[in-house]
């Protein structure tokens, strides 16, 4: 048992010395990242079981993405999962959750929680596993569940405790097309036909909120009814749910639980930012965690882009967390490539969202270096800069690596205008004193 303080609770008392490292890397004063937290506008989800890098996530932070891997039923290959984990962290995954329901689902959390990173699990998956089916998780086997992730160092566990049977009723007086397609929310709502019983993570909230202040472990209430199609987001249910999830988020913290939100699934794109605002506003402004918004259902295969497009409109709406959605999504278990693939494809979306949320904007050294970067036919320096230069730097070069690009050839716009305009190149005498590190993407 960790018997330290809530971090809402220390921040509530003075400044607590680990914000400073996390301030530092959001370029924000310490004391206004406790403001943030006392507020719960932004939350620090870091188990103080474990010692690895924590991040922000919320109001005036940088948007984080997380990366979803795990086992399922039909492939269970712990050590490929663990790859993915690390091509997820080398490509700029700031949290990681594991969604394992395959195999011995302890020992391969075991190994995620070893990584230097933030982590999320939702425990529901692995209390429907013990018990063999969804209805026959009883409540206690739940919250043994939940103790033993948060024993076990576990940062943030989804929770759908908005599932409850005022939601239920609400799908069944406004049908929608996919029903229910959130895996926790289909488990939960097994429970409470088949037993005729309340979600036992609405019911016992309270008892919910103190497991989790005693290890001060940050909720994640889950989208259990998030739209799973374009035809069904402007149903009933998941209003409904919202409404819950922000009475829920106030008593959570209150009782001086971190806590987060979860939404909003499918919907078209312009849906997506009063979605994110109305969900903002409900929930007391606290931090939102997005998986998508898929805002088109006839792209599989390019679900990843389908996601950083709505992804991108939800940040510059006030979405602060963006779950990577691979090239598989709808189709199957993600590989290596596909993590990469998917990883890079959030960490734009995030960085597009920074560009309009973050104080400097648009304006931010990085983008004005890569202008000036380009402008001066530096490629050098155009590959350092950017997110990901090993595969800029690789379709420029498939050409020769040439003064300007293989587009225009001789004809390149920015060199005729350098020249006529003795412009370009005027940093190439300082080339060698420029950093060669890339920044982190
Ligand atoms: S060749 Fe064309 S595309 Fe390439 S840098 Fe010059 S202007 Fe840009």
């Given amino acids: 048992m960790f018997l330290m303080d809530s971090l ?7 400044l607590p010395k680990e914000l400073e490292a996390v301030a530092r890397a959001e370029g924000m004063e310490p004391v206004r990242l406790a ?8 939350v620090i989800p870091k188990n103080p079981g474990r010692k690895h890098r924590a991040c922000a996530i919320g109001e005036g932070c940088t948007v984080k993405i997380n990366i979803n891997i795990g086992t399922s039923g039909s492939r269970c290959d712990p050590a490929l999962e663990m790859k993915k984990a690390q091509a997820a962290l080398d490509n700029g995954a700031d949290a990681l959750m594991d969604l394992s329901t395959g ?4 020992a391969i959390r075991k190994k995620i929680l070893k990584l230097d990173t933030t982590v999320g699990t939702v425990p529901v998956y692995e209390a429907v596993r013990r018990a063999g089916n969804a209805v026959d998780v009883t409540p206690d086997l739940l919250f043994k569940v939940i103790r033993e992730h948060c024993q076990q160092g576990v940062d943030f566990l989804t929770l759908h405790c908005g599932v409850n049977r005022q939601a239920l009723e609400a799908l069944k007086a406004d049908p929608r097309l996919m029903g229910v397609v959130s895996r926790g929310g289909s488990f939960h709502c097994a429970m409470m036909m088949q037993r005729e019983e309340e979600n036992p993570l609405y019911a016992e909230y309270d008892y919910l909120l ?6 001060d472990v940050t909720v994640s209430l889950g989208d259990g009814m998030r739209p799973g199609c374009l035809q069904d987001a402007e149903k009933l249910a998941k209003s409904v749910e919202y409404n819950t999830l922000g009475l829920l988020a106030k008593k959570a913290q209150a009782a001086g639980v971190q806590r987060m939100i979860e939404g909003p699934g499918h919907m078209p794109l312009d849906q997506v930012g009063y979605n994110v605002k109305m969900i903002k506003e409900i929930t007391s402004h606290a931090p939102l965690y997005l998986l998508g918004p898929i805002v088109t259902d006839i792209a599989p295969g390019y679900d990843h882009v389908v996601a950083a497009i709505g992804g991108a409109a939800a940040c510059q709406n006030g979405a602060d967390f963006l779950c990577m959605v691979s090239p598989s999504e709808h189709l199957a278990l993600p590989d290596v490539a596909d993590i990469i693939e998917g ?15 973050r104080p400097e904007g648009f304006r931010m050294e990085r983008e004005v270096q890569m202008a000036e970067a380009r402008h001066e036919l530096d490629w050098d320096e155009q590959f350092r800069l950017a997110l990901y230069g090993d595969h800029a730097r690789e379709i420029h070069e498939r050409d020769g690596a040439t003064e300007t ?7 390149c716009a920015v060199k005729m205008v350098n020249e006529l305009f003795g412009t370009g190149k005027k940093n190439a005498g300082t080339k060698k004193d420029k950093p060669k590190d890339s920044p982190r993407p």
């Fill in 103 to 106: 195999g011995d689902l302890v």
């Fill in 405 to 411: 690009c293989s587009m225009c050839g001789d004809l």
């Fill in 8 to 14: 809402i609770r220390r921040c509530r008392k003075g």
């Fill in 343 to 357: 990883t890079r494809i959030a960490k734009i979306a995030a960085h597009v969202g920074d560009t309009v949320r």
């Fill in 210 to 215: 103190e497991i989790l202040k005693e290890y």
């Fill in 35 to 42: 403001r943030g937290i006392v507020d719960g506008r932004i």
